[in-house]
């Protein structure tokens, strides 16, 4: 008997061994191009070692966040659902409440129970507690701990907007009853200077018409206005290493469990002001020198899952939220010293743009233990994790949870070259991508925003793009085959009755 007994407990223990998932971790970059990495073709650049992920896993050339602004994409990255079905969803002020309802299923929540340590690390955007008025010095009722991150270590908005500080567990660190913090995004409060009433105080000066002249933390003018929690304000320079040494944290602690990991990169949003030992080396300036730091952060985290023995069995996602932009507030340099580097490389637009670069990003998984490097044409998008991870994990999604999520885990892990046969494209408008074209409806969009320098898509006629032969969208063959943009148009309609 007592033999037997410990077959069994042998047996329970593999079987329990083979079903453990996967560690997966999601590194998201902020605004980072589709053009600016090695791997995706940037020669001024240097990113190695996010090339080495790429090149130990699959490289995808048709991965797509849902918008080209952060917070929508986000939204549909967590939920598995179009963020433009929802009001509501744009860009959130730093003082927003939280969008995602608590009580609905969501990509941690999934990974949760699944028996997961959840944990999210870097920019949240997503919004926090109940409503816009809140008390900033007690715990935040919700947020990130309340949608399924057993543990959270955040900055609530941008970097550029205010409050300037990190939340552990929905909790500002280090704050001081003596200093409480307030924020207002209607009128300035406190007596602290702002970037509009003294700009002699700056060190990154504030583009022209663009705003970012509130409250001045660290030197540079900020979106909105704070007072108080002096001793909790972020140092722009330090940001990569907090964040860092928080994922690393996250991913020691856990190495008997599987975990979910998202890291939140803040880099290459403005505002750039990497640390001093990134400074001046990619000679493409600020945003260049920021790219360099976030290349390393990858590299330092791979070098943790070496080190832990986690490599083989993590399932390692690297994308950026939205396209590139150059001149999104401050005067850094990113335009003037350029050098001929394309953000967005063979793609047009970029960060609030219905063109290509708005939306298509670098998308790179890596999984050693499973997944064949090679590289994908798969249409893939970020709102498809939510059902592509449950069926990875074998569990079934909560009816009207992820509406929009496909299960493309075959495209996902290689083993199929096919991913979506359509994809909705969000940036103020709509456009489709089906098969080799891409539609996009008449629309009343600006054509080009001035002060971003952002062709945006906007036209009031149709577009239709092959993208096949015209990836960068020059010609306009709406007139030639309308026949294809009735069908498109048609099928952007059942989508938006879904
Ligand atoms: C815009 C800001 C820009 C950036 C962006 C959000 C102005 C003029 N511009 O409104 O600087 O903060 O919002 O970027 O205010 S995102 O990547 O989080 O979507
Ligand atoms: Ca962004």
């Known amino acids: 008997m007592k033999v037997a007994g410990l077959f069994f407990s042998l047996f329970i223990f593999f079987a329990a061994y083979a079903q453990k998932g996967p560690n997966v971790i999601i590194i998201c970059a902020d605004d980072l191009g589709y053009g600016d990495l090695g791997c995706y073709g940037a020669t001024k650049l240097q990113t190695p070692n996010i090339d080495r992920l790429a090149a130990n896993g699959i490289r995808f050339t048709n991965g797509h966040c849902t918008s080209a602004t952060c917070t929508p994409s986000r939204y549909a990255m967590l939920t598995g659902m179009y963020p433009w079905r929802k009001k509501g969803t744009g860009v959130l002020p730093g003082d927003a409440a939280l969008i995602i309802p608590t009580n609905t299923g969501t990509l941690p929540s999934l990974f949760a129970s699944a028996g997961y340590a959840t944990g999210i690390v870097g920019k949240w955007h997503l919004g926090l507690g109940d409503s816009v008025a809140k008390n900033w010095n007690a715990t935040i009722q919700k947020g990130p701990n309340d949608i399924g991150f057993g543990y959270s270590f955040i900055f609530p908005a941008t970097a550029d907007r205010v409050p300037t500080v990190f939340l552990e567990n929905q909790q500002v660190v280090a704050s001081d009853s003596s200093d409480p913090i307030q924020v207002s995004y209607q009128h300035p409060i406190g007596d602290e200077p702002t970037g509009r009433d003294h700009p002699e105080l700056l060190k990154l000066h504030a583009s022209p018409g663009q705003g970012h002249d509130g409250t001045i933390v660290n030197g540079i003018g900020r979106i909105g206005y704070m007072q108080g929690g002096r001793l909790a304000r972020w140092t722009d320079e330090e940001m990569p290493l907090t964040f860092l040494e928080k994922a690393k944290t996250f991913i020691s602690r ?85 050098q001929g580097h394309k953000p967005g490389g063979p793609l047009r637009g970029g960060k609030y743009s219905l063109f290509e670069a708005g939306t298509r990003v670098p998308f790179i998984v890596s999984w050693p233990a499973q997944v064949k490097p090679g590289t994908s044409e798969a ?17 079934t999604l909560p009816a009207g949870v992820g509406a929009d999520s496909q299960n493309q885990l075959p495209a996902l892990l290689g083993r199929s070259a096919t991913g979506r046969t359509s994809l909705v494209e969000h940036a103020g408008a709509l456009a489709i991508i089906s098969g080799k074209w891409k539609y996009i409806p008449a629309n009343n969009i600006q054509p080009y925003y001035k002060l971003t320098d952002t062709e945006t898509g906007g036209s009031t006629e149709p577009q239709l793009y092959d993208l096949q032969q015209d990836i960068g969208e020059i010609n306009n063959l709406a007139r030639k085959f309308p026949d294809v943009c009735a069908s498109l148009q048609a099928l952007l309609d059942a989508s938006l009755r879904k």
């Open 254 to 338: 856990h190495t008997q469990q599987p975990f979910f990991l998202c890291y939140n990169l803040t880099e290459p949003h403005v505002p750039r002001m990497p640390s001093t030992m990134f400074r001046g080396k990619s000679g493409l300036g600020l945003r260049g020198d920021a790219i360099l730091q976030l290349d390393w952060s990858v590299g330092e985290i791979l070098k943790e899952l070496e080190r832990l023995h986690l490599t083989q069995n993590t399932l390692v996602i690297f994308t950026s939220d939205n396209g590139p932009v150059l001149d999104d507030g401050y005067q850094d340099g990113a335009v003037t010293l350029l």
């Open 379 to 395: 249409l893939l998008c970020q709102v498809d994790w939510l059902a592509s991870f449950a069926a990875l994990l074998n569990k």
